[in-house]
């Protein structure tokens, strides 16, 4: 885990440098789930909801040909184990009603689990945020990343100017690591059950080729 100091370090490296282009695309609203704690991460809007309510839930397009667990390692560029240590509210995408903002999470690498290391010792992640009112996005069942979240990351680069900017590969692209387990997004997918079912040791060989 990391510790306050390199939190710091971490969070005040990445602040400096521009964002890369994102292209996120929500396709449809849906009913509001299940609760979750607060973000810390100071979301838009002026009353119109937050982290201390639940995130609405939508829906939005998974990557094409991605359907096993092969094709998850093969559409990443990096797939890493690492700690959230900072969110914050990052660029508005869309405009009026289909307008959503982004998070940008700071992501402290633990370990490289397939792919080149980055250059840095924390990767700059950014994810839907909320809706403009400020209501927090879940997609796909993949609940809002928070500080002192330990997972393992499906990454893909998308370079700009000066600083590389990650995306996942889709809502299928994270798993939070419980001891030798791993927790997918809530929802019913066979992706997610297979690599679910594999554990932390399993999909590690798989990473490797066994």
Do not use: K
């Not at 979240?149 to 798993?175: C, E, H, K, N, S």
């Amino acid at each position: 885990m990391a510790t306050a100091e390199r939190r710091q370090h971490l969070v005040r490296g990445l602040a400096r440098g521009p964002l890369a282009a994102l292209a996120i695309a929500v396709l449809a609203g849906g009913a509001v789930s299940a609760g979750v704690g607060d973000s810390g991460d100071g979301g838009p809007g002026a009353g119109g909801g937050g982290a201390s309510e639940p995130p609405t839930a939508v829906s939005a397009a998974v990557a094409p040909g991605v359907d096993d667990v092969h094709d998850l390692i093969a559409a990443a560029d990096l797939v890493v184990r690492g700690e959230v240590v900072a969110t914050s509210r990052g660029r508005t995408f869309g405009e009026g009603g289909a307008a959503i903002v982004s998070r940008l999470v700071t992501v402290a690498v633990e370990e490289v689990l397939a792919g080149e290391p980055p250059g840095s010792p924390a990767l700059l992640v950014e994810e839907e945020g909320w809706l403009p009112d400020g209501r927090e996005l879940a997609v796909n069942g993949l609940a809002p990343s928070r500080e002192g979240l330990d997972a393992i990351w499906f990454l893909q680069d998308v370079q700009g100017p000066d600083l590389p900017v990650w995306i996942v590969v889709d809502p299928r692209g994270r798993y939070a690591v419980r001891g030798d387990a791993l927790d997918g997004p809530d929802v019913d997918d066979a992706l997610v059950a297979a690599v679910e079912s594999l554990g932390r040791g399993g999909l590690r060989d798989a990473l490797r080729g066994g």
